[in-house]
């Protein structure tokens, strides 16, 4: 990945919005959790991968990943964001939009290959049960990332017992070589976790 004085940058077509440095466009980790785990842990395999992205709002992370990957699978099921999704990937050609919901995975199976990497940044007290939902799509070996939103996931129990709750429902599911990383630098109450198939 690109990184130039500390910014994380990417080459691809500038859009309407864009923060530029250098001709490039900067990805920013307070407005993007995949920039923040970036810059707080370590870059994600996106270069040339295959990934899909549950919870793409209108695409502005999906836009950077477009930048390096070579096709991103963007599921969104809000209508409004999935308007400028739509309108994102028109100007992406590697930029796959489905309208539907991510717990409903079946619905979208006859469109998505495996992928290299899973993506979810969903804010929905059910997160976790989403995330593994879709783990058929993840190669063995492919990457799994989850940005869990723990205040949707409620506030009766401590963030230690949330995170420990999400860590077990995933390990039962097959995800290995677990790391949990706290983003709350630049997205308050966000960790993420981040294993393999």
């Not at 096709?71 to 309208?99: C, G, K, M, Q």
């Amino acid at each position: 990945m690109i990184w130039k004085d500390g910014r994380l940058l990417s080459s691809g077509k500038i859009l309407p919005g864009d923060r530029i440095y250098h001709g490039m466009r900067i990805w920013d980790p307070a407005h993007s959790k995949v920039a923040a785990l970036c810059h707080i842990h370590g870059e994600p395999p996106v270069k040339d991968a295959c990934i899909l992205y549950l919870g793409a709002a209108s695409g502005s992370t999906v836009s950077f990943l477009s930048d390096y990957a070579e096709i991103v699978y963007a599921v969104e099921f809000s209508p409004r964001p999935a308007r400028d999704l739509i309108r994102l990937a028109h100007e992406r050609t590697n930029i796959i939009p489905i309208f539907e919901d991510a717990r409903h995975p079946e619905r979208y199976l006859p469109l998505v290959e495996m992928v290299d990497v899973l993506i979810q940044d969903i804010a929905q007290r059910d997160q976790a049960d989403i995330a593994i939902r879709n783990l058929p799509f993840l190669k063995p070996g492919g990457h799994f990332i989850l940005f869990l939103k723990l205040l949707s996931m409620g506030i009766e129990k401590k963030k230690e017992e949330l995170t420990a709750e999400v860590l077990m429902q995933i390990k039962t599911a097959g995800i290995v070589d677990v790391k949990v990383i706290n983003i709350d630098k630049y997205h308050s109450g966000h960790v993420a976790i981040w294993g393999s198939h």
